[in-house]
């Protein structure tokens, strides 16, 4: 049976920010022009000229801007921006994870360093199709832009490609919404690399993670660090070389390790056959086992499609998100009102009794009901605000959550779980730059 | 070198258990707390206390926990999200089999996608090759330039390695439509696949480990030496190897190799060593 392939080629993105080259007294750009004859580099033209394309769409925000622009796009109903698999919503929090950790992550400063990191092109042998020297401190869209763009002026006009890219959702989406690469769009399946993947919302996981998304096979987009790792030595004495210099090397490197790779795709094709065959005879035992036990392929697809369908739908979440946070709310303020109301009770009690604790008179008791009282008055002020916010369904919920021990648990249950994921996540991109390096020596012993 | 390799790694990977597990104490209260929750939750099912349809949560394992791999349960509510009593649970959420049966398929999916795209790999690999060659036997018949010709031996000497060193190891990966020849004869490959073979029996470790055996066989025979001239002539003489090796190892001199050896070859240099 003949299926067509969903992509033609699988290639993977990466930026690497421990590239850079020291600033010099002079421009050196200037200095004597010389270039690899066979540069992997995009020109600084080409890229300029993407990046003042991009800069024309999509004029650069302000960042106290961006940040008053978001809030209130929480209280938008949510839903699919058109050719979008995956709601707003998720989007914009798969974004959020990821500028935060990048903000978190030293970033070269662009006042001590003129090249400031590079970004590779990689086909899924690990070999360098395109790099870009990077100037600016951050990772910029027009770079990947750039490299893609390029990557297809240099395809046939019928080859698909299959991208894998650390934050592959977010720019599917800029695309998407700002026309970049509209040439080639219906020829780009976008995806996530595995190793950056817990960093995305489950949601986007189930469209992009290659592992889920029809086409990929066992690309993941690691091929990168290995490179990174290939051409790391190069660090130190690149970092205090002349501009031209610097780009040199690295293409010679590059040459080398072509040259190398070559001699191993036999080894590479040998290794990943033997590899999937292990795991396709693992798969499909499984599989026979549970068609034994009556599941069988045709259940599971639709019970697949159905998850996705589930698990991707926006209203399930915003909306309900922002109403449960507020039932949150309400029922924490409930709680420490039954403590005011108990204490005020308590002393009224001992009003009624004339026996008053230690250090205490009938004043003083007075004077704390009457506080009591005013607490549980703004308290209940407040619910009813809070009450008042809330929709016909949140309201109902309200109503049951007030009278269900169950409930009232598990939507505790699900807030810390939420709370510990987000948390592991952090964790893991803090320990990222560790664990770079520990893969990258792994991998390298492996090859 | 490997030795080193293995030891950086070995540091990182311990330094950066240390840091996870400076966090962990954190994280792994949260998860207790969750799952201290987890179940009080199912004993109130258990008590028929929670409402219609609710299924108990699944309380979350230590081991692992850091992996956040897209098949973790850390990434599914089930039993936490508020459903509809009217609707039965879908299989997806509430039937472990079934959860597993859809990771199990997607994994064959993408089996299926790499085995199909592997095979594509090896047929193109093969094409690739046969038109290389092609390409410089057709130069070669139309070349008398014998500088000319002189690059064609070299590439096809080179593609002819290659060629043995790719077909040995992509054999397992099958391919219908192909010939079984990939261009080179059978006489060439089996030429470079002997001077492979021959390259490979000088690689420096195989002289590193002889002459380390020899050298323990030599502490035994002349304990009169004294350590520090030993070690000034040791170091001598796999220097003398070194470099013997390094003109070995190059293809163009090995011919002339019987005759130059004067200059220093390894069983010159080992020679007057072990005579010493």
């Not at chain 1, 790792?229 to 004495?237: E, G, N, Y």
């Not at chain 1, 169950?406 to 807030?415: G, I, K, P, Q, S």
């Not at chain 2, 207790?32 to 987890?38: G, I, V």
Request: some cysteine; glycine content about 6%.
């Amino acid at each position: 049976m003949f299926m067509p392939f969903r992509v033609d080629c699988i290639a993977s993105i990466d930026a690497n920010f421990t590239q850079k080259r020291r600033r010099g007294k002079t421009t050196d750009i200037t200095q004597a022009f010389f270039e690899h004859p066979e540069t992997v580099f995009i020109p600084r033209e080409d890229v300029a000229v993407v990046e003042k394309f991009v800069e024309t769409i999509r004029p650069q925000q302000k960042k106290d801007v961006k940040g008053k622009g978001k809030a209130p796009a929480a209280d938008e109903p949510d839903g699919f921006e058109p050719g979008m698999r995956v709601p707003s919503s998720v989007l914009a929090e798969c974004g959020e994870s990821f500028t935060a950790a990048d903000e978190k992550r030293q970033k070269a400063s662009t006042q001590f360093f003129a090249d400031t990191g590079l970004m590779a092109l990689l086909c899924r042998h690990d070999r360098v199709l395109w790099l870009v020297n990077m100037t600016s401190a951050g990772e910029k869209q027009f770079y990947v832009l750039a490299l893609v763009k390029h990557f297809f002026e240099h395809l046939p006009p019928s080859v698909r490609v299959g991208l894998l890219y650390d934050i592959g959702c977010q720019l599917h989406r800029s695309c998407v919404k700002w026309g970049f690469l509209r040439e080639y769009m219906d020829r780009i399946v976008f995806a996530i690399s595995v190793f950056h993947a817990y960093g995305h919302q489950w949601p986007c996981q189930i469209i992009y993670h290659p592992r889920k998304c029809v086409g990929f096979g066992f690309s993941d987009g690691e091929g990168c660090e290995r490179f990174w790792s290939a051409i790391k030595q190069l660090i130190p004495s690149l970092r205090v070389s002349g501009y031209h210099y610097r780009l040199y090397t690295i293409d010679t490197q590059v040459k080398h390790l072509d040259q190398k790779s070559l001699e191993n795709l036999g080894s590479w094709l040998h290794r990943k056959w033997v590899l999937t065959q292990n795991r396709k005879n693992a798969a499909e035992r499984d599989l026979v086992e549970l068609k034994e036990i009556g599941i069988t392929e045709r259940l599971l697809r639709d019970e697949w499609a159905a998850q996705v369908k589930e698990q991707t739908r926006p209203n399930l979440r915003q909306s309900k998100n922002a109403a449960d946070k507020v039932i949150g709310e309400i029922l924490g303020l409930k709680q420490s009102l039954n403590t005011y109301v108990r204490q005020a009770h308590d002393l009224e009690l001992m009003l009624e009794s004339g026996q008053y604790g230690s250090y205490m008179d009938a004043l003083e008791v007075q004077l704390q009901v009457e506080e009591l009282n005013e607490k549980c008055a703004r308290l209940k002020k407040a619910m009813s605000q809070k009450k008042g916010s809330l929709g016909v369904d949140g309201r109902l919920n309200l109503e049951r959550l007030m009278g269900d021990n169950f409930l009232r648990n598990r939507v505790n249950a699900l807030a810390l779980k939420k709370r510990i994921r987000n948390r592991l996540c952090q964790r893991k991109f803090e320990l990222e730059a560790l664990e770079r390096v520990y893969r990258k020596t792994i991998n390298g012993m492996l090859i | 070198m490997i030795n080193l390799n293995v030891c950086v790694a070995k540091k990182l990977q311990s330094h950066a258990e240390d840091q996870i597990k400076r966090k962990e104490p954190g994280i792994l209260q949260l998860a207790k707390k969750y799952n201290q929750l987890c179940g009080e939750l199912k004993v109130m099912l258990e008590r028929n206390e929670g409402p219609r349809g609710a299924v108990a949560p699944l309380p979350i394992e230590k081991d692992g926990l850091f992996n956040l791999d897209v098949d973790d349960d850390i990434w599914q509510d089930i039993g936490l999200e508020d459903r509809d009593p009217s609707e039965d649970i879908p299989l997806w959420l509430g039937d472990d089999d079934v959860r597993r049966g859809i990771k199990v398929l997607l994994e064959l999916d993408r089996c299926n996608e790499e085995q199909r795209r592997l095979c594509k790999e090896r047929e193109a690999m093969q094409e690739w090759m046969m038109e290389e060659w092609n390409c410089l036997m057709i130069a070669k018949e139309h070349t008398d330039n014998i500088d000319m010709l002189y690059q064609v031996q070299l590439t096809a000497e080179y593609l002819t390695q290659l060629c043995v060193i790719w077909q040995t190891k992509v054999r397992i990966v099958p391919t219908e439509e192909l010939p079984s020849s990939w261009g080179p004869t059978l006489e060439e490959l089996a030429e470079a696949r002997n001077f492979l073979f021959t390259a490979n029996t000088v690689s420096t470790e195989n002289i590193a480990e002889e002459s380390e055996n020899d050298i323990e066989e030599d502490d035994e025979d002349e304990k009169d030496v004294s350590d520090e001239d030993e070690e000034t002539e040791l170091l001598e003489a796999m220097e003398r190897m070194a470099l013997a090796n390094e003109y070995r190892q190059d293809e163009y001199i090995e011919e002339q190799y019987g005759e130059s050896s004067q200059t220093g070859s390894p069983e010159r240099a080992g020679g007057q060593f072990y005579s010493a």
